[in-house]
């Protein structure tokens, strides 16, 4: 398929860019006929290095909060402070939504956060769906910011908030 590429006029730099994917792809076959189900854990780490890291510049890498940059397999950066800003709006954002969670009858809000070198991105997800009752989220607005402000201080990685209504009020749970 690749000296017809090459030969129709179809494009030179074409083949020569793909086949680079080409040749990674039939090296992550092999593996896959070799190891199998056999030795997952050796299958799924070169799955990673290939389709992962095989693309980024270490630079690329070290900006991702990916190993392998100055040779270093463990090397990550360093997680930087978070803007009080960046808190302050997620806060507003998580108490919104019990509020709303409220207002729909909601018994569970997932919060999630996301948290990389340089910042936090949160999301939710609400659910056990019942009847309405009255907007308790803005009582839980001083813990909330103890949680979300607790999750901006830790390490890269992805935390959650698991929030449950009854019907004395919400109550919060971090998870990390």
Aim: charged share 20%; no cysteine.
């Amino acid at each position: 398929m690749l000296d017809h590429m090459a030969t129709s006029g179809a494009g030179l730099r074409l083949v020569e860019g793909g086949m680079a994917n080409i040749i990674r792809g039939t090296a992550i076959q092999e593996a896959m006929v070799a190891a199998g189900g056999v030795i997952p854990a050796i299958t799924t780490t070169m799955l990673r290095v290939f389709l992962d890291l095989g693309d980024h510049t270490p630079e690329e890498r070290a900006a991702l909060g990916r190993p392998g940059d100055a040779g270093d397999a463990s090397a990550t950066p360093a997680a930087q402070p978070v803007p009080q800003g960046q808190i302050d709006t997620t806060v507003d954002i998580f108490v919104g939504t019990l509020s709303s969670a409220d207002r729909q009858g909601y018994r569970r809000v997932v919060f999630t956060i996301q948290r990389t070198a340089t910042e936090i991105s949160p999301g939710f997800e609400m659910s056990t769906e019942q009847s309405p009752m009255s907007e308790q989220g803005e009582s839980m607005r001083s813990i909330m910011a103890i949680m979300v402000g607790q999750a901006a201080r830790q390490p890269i990685g992805q935390y959650r908030i698991i929030a449950t209504r009854s019907s004395s009020g919400w109550s919060l749970q971090f998870e990390s």
